[in-house]
C-alpha cells in the first residue's frame, strides 16, 4: 500500500520548501498512478464499466424447431421431421446456420442448449437383435470453433433436454453449432405404417429450441 | 501516463501566493485521473460491485414435498372440447405456487436477461391401453408377422409444464402466458386444440407412456411382443430466457396440461389435445407430481 504523506505537519517545526514539494509530488504519484490497492472496493458497478468488462451474455430462446431436416411424408398424427427416408446419419447440425458469438473477449465459456425431443422409441429391439446396445437416444453436443464444449446421449423418449458445458477459448468471434446424432435404423424396422397417403414414421424431432451462452472474462 | 511537470521550489526562493495556487491546481485540474493514469489491472474484483455477474436472484418451491409419494397432487387428462383449463401447480392445500418477485416487482432492463428454471418431481400414470381407441393420436398400425394389422403406441403422448407471469402488480391476478408460450386452446383445425410448435418456447413435455415392440422382423411387428411401459416417477426440468422490451415482473407460476401429441396440418407442426386417449381407462390418465424448484436469475447482456 503506498502512503500518499511523506511529511506530517505537526505543531513546532520548521517549515521548509521541501515540505510542501515532496508532500505533493508523493500525492501526484499516488494519484496519477492509482492501482489495485489504492482503489476502494465496490467502486465499479455497470453503469460505470465498459460494456462486456467483465461478462457477455448471447441467448436465443426462439430458436425453434430443427431444420436439419424435414420430411413432409411422415404420417398425418405426428411431426414433419427427421425420418429414416431423410437419410441423416451420424452428427448433423440440427439447424442450417450456425450461431456466431460476437465479441468473445477471450476466458471461460458457458453454454446451455435446452428444448424438447421427440423420439421414436418403439423398434430398439427387432428379431435377432438380441442384445442391443441401447434404446433409441437423440443426442446433443454443442461444437464452438469445432471443438466440443459438451457433448451428452441425450434423450431416448418425448421429453425435455438441456445440456450444459464449459470451456476456455481464445479471443475473438465464436462459431457455435448445435449438433444432434439419432440411433441409426435396425435391418428389421419398418419405415412405412399403414396409411393411406403419407406414412413414413417420424422418428426424431427437437424443438423449443433456445440456448445461452456466457462468456466470462475474469 | 500523464505526469504533473512543474519546477520545483528551491531554498532561498520567495513562495507567493500564485506559487502555492498554481500547484494545488494542477493537482485538482479536471481530467488529471483519466485512464491513463490507472494502472494496468488496477480494477480488480474487489472494486466491483457484488452484482457484476447476476444482478438478482429468486426461488421458489413448486409443489409441496412429499419423498415417499405418501401425498401427491393429480392433474387428470382432458377428455373434452375444447379443452379443460390448466392444472396451476400448487402444494397440497391447493395455494398456488408462486415464484414471488416482491412488492416492487423486478424490472428487466432492455440490456438484461431474465433466466428461469424449473424442476418438478412426476408420475404419469394410466390404465389400459389409451392409445388403442378409436380417434386416438397416439397411435400407429403396422403390418404384422401373421399377415394382418397391429395397433401400437406413438410414445409421443405427453403433459406439458409451462410457466406463466403476472407484469401487472404484486396483487398477483393477472397471470398470462409468457412471451412466445400460448396455451394450447387454440381450435386449428376440426376438433383438434393446440399449439404451434413456435407457441411452445416454454414448454416442457413430460412423457405418457412408452412402448417397444420386441422382434419385429422384416419390417412387420410381432402383435405378441409388444411391452408398455411406465414412465415412473421422475424428475423432470425445463429453461425459458426473457430479454428484450423493458418489463417489470411479478411473479411466476406453472401450469400442467394433457394429453397432448404430435401433430401436423398444412404443413405446420402443433401439440395437439388427444382428447381420446385422454379419455380412456378408469380413471383416465394422471399426471401425479410433488415437489420442485423454481429459480430466476437476472443478468445483464453485456
New interface residues.
Given amino acids: 500500500m503506498k502512503h500518499w504523506t511523506q511529511r506530517e505537519a505537526r505543531a513546532g517545526v520548521t517549515v521548509s520548501p521541501d515540505a510542501l514539494n515532496n508532500e505533493l509530488r508523493a500525492q501526484q504519484s499516488s494519484i496519477t498512478t492509482l492501482d489495485r490497492t489504492q482503489l476502494p472496493v465496490n467502486l465499479v458497478d455497470h453503469n460505470n464499466s465498459e460494456l462486456n468488462t467483465f461478462a457477455q451474455v448471447w441467448q436465443n430462446r426462439s430458436k425453434g424447431e430443427q431444420t436439419a431436416a424435414r420430411d413432409t411424408k411422415t404420417l398425418g398424427n405426428a411431426f414433419q421431421c427427421i425420418s429414416y427416408s431423410t437419410g441423416i446419419s451420424g452428427w448433423v447440425n440440427a439447424f442450417g446456420f450456425s450461431t456466431t458469438l460476437t465479441g468473445f473477449k477471450g476466458g471461460a465459456l458457458f453454454g446451455e442448449w435446452s428444448g424438447n425431443a421427440f423420439v421414436n422409441p418403439g423398434f430398439a429391439a427387432t428379431l435377432n437383435n438380441n442384445f442391443p446396445g441401447s434404446p433409441k437416444y437423440c443426442g446433443f453436443r454443442i461444437l464452438v470453433n469445432g471443438v466440443p464444449l459438451v457433448e451428452r446421449r441425450g434423450v431416448a423418449l418425448h421429453e425435455h433436454f438441456r445440456v450444459v458445458g464449459v470451456g476456455r477459448f481464445p479471443q475473438g468471434d465464436l462459431q457455435v453449432d448445435l449438433q444432434i446424432h439419432i440411433t441409426d435404423i435396425d435391418t428389421n424396422e419398418p419405415t412405412t405404417a399403414v396409411a393411406v397417403g403419407n406414412a413414413n414414421v417420424p422418428q426424431v424431432h427437437v424443438y423449443s429450441n433456445r440456448y445461452l451462452f456466457v462468456g466470462r472474462y475474469r | ?4 511537470n512543474r519546477g ?4 532561498g ?1 520567495d ?1 507567493t501566493a500564485s506559487d ?1 495556487n498554481d ?1 494545488f491546481d ?2 485538482s485540474q479536471a481530467g ?2 483519466n485512464a491513463f ?3 494496468d ?13 447476476a444482478r438478482d436472484s429468486y426461488e421458489a418451491t413448486l409443489g409441496e414435498f412429499s419423498l415417499d409419494h405418501t401425498s401427491v397432487n393429480t392433474v387428470t387428462a382432458s377428455s373434452s372440447t375444447p379443452p379443460a383449463a390448466g392444472h396451476i401447480v400448487q402444494d397440497f392445500g391447493g395455494t398456488a405456487s408462486v415464484l414471488n418477485f416482491g412488492l416492487s416487482g423486478v424490472t428487466i432492463g432492455t440490456g438484461d ?1 431474465l ?1 428461469v428454471y424449473w424442476d418438478l418431481s412426476v408420475n404419469p400414470t394410466y390404465n389400459g391401453t389409451p392409445w388403442t381407441a378409436i380417434g386416438a ?7 404384422n408377422t401373421v399377415a394382418g ?1 397391429t395397433t ?7 403433459w406439458v409444464l409451462y410457466p406463466q407471469w403476472d407484469i401487472t402488480s404484486s396483487a398477483l391476478t393477472n397471470f398470462v402466458d409468457v412471451p ?1 408460450q400460448s396455451d394450447f386452446t387454440t381450435n386449428y383445425t376440426g376438433s383438434l386444440y393446440g399449439n404451434t ?2 407457441q ?8 405418457a407412456w ?13 402383435a405378441s411382443k409388444l411391452y408398455d411401459s411406465r ?1 415412473g416417477w421422475r424428475g ?8 428484450g422490451l423493458a418489463t417489470t415482473v411479478y411473479g411466476m407460476r406453472w401450469i400442467i396440461r394433457g394429453l397432448l ?4 396440418n398444412a ?1 405446420v ?1 402443433y401439440l395437439a389435445y388427444d382428447t381420446v386417449a385422454g379419455g380412456q381407462g378408469s380413471p383416465n390418465p394422471q399426471l401425479e407430481y410433488t415437489s420442485g424448484k423454481a429459480s430466476a436469475i437476472i ?4
Fill in positions: 501516463m500523464s505526469r504533473i520545483r521550489i528551491t531554498d526562493q513562495i502555492l500547484r494542477d493537482y488529471a485521473l493514469n490507472v494502472r489491472a488496477a480494477i480488480d474484483l474487489p472494486q466491483v460491485k457484488a452484482d457484476w455477474f436477461v433466466r393420436l397416439g397411435q400407429y398400425v403396422f403390418n394389422t401400437v403406441a406413438t410414445s409421443g403422448n405427453v412466445g410448435l413456435a411452445c418456447e416454454a414448454t416442457t413435455v413430460i412423457p412408452v412402448q417397444f415392440f420386441a422382434d419385429a422382423s422384416d419390417g412387420k411387428v410381432n414412465i423432470v426440468s425445463g429453461a425459458w430466457h426473457y430479454s401429441h404430435p401433430d401436423q404443413n407442426n443478468m445483464r447482456l453485456g
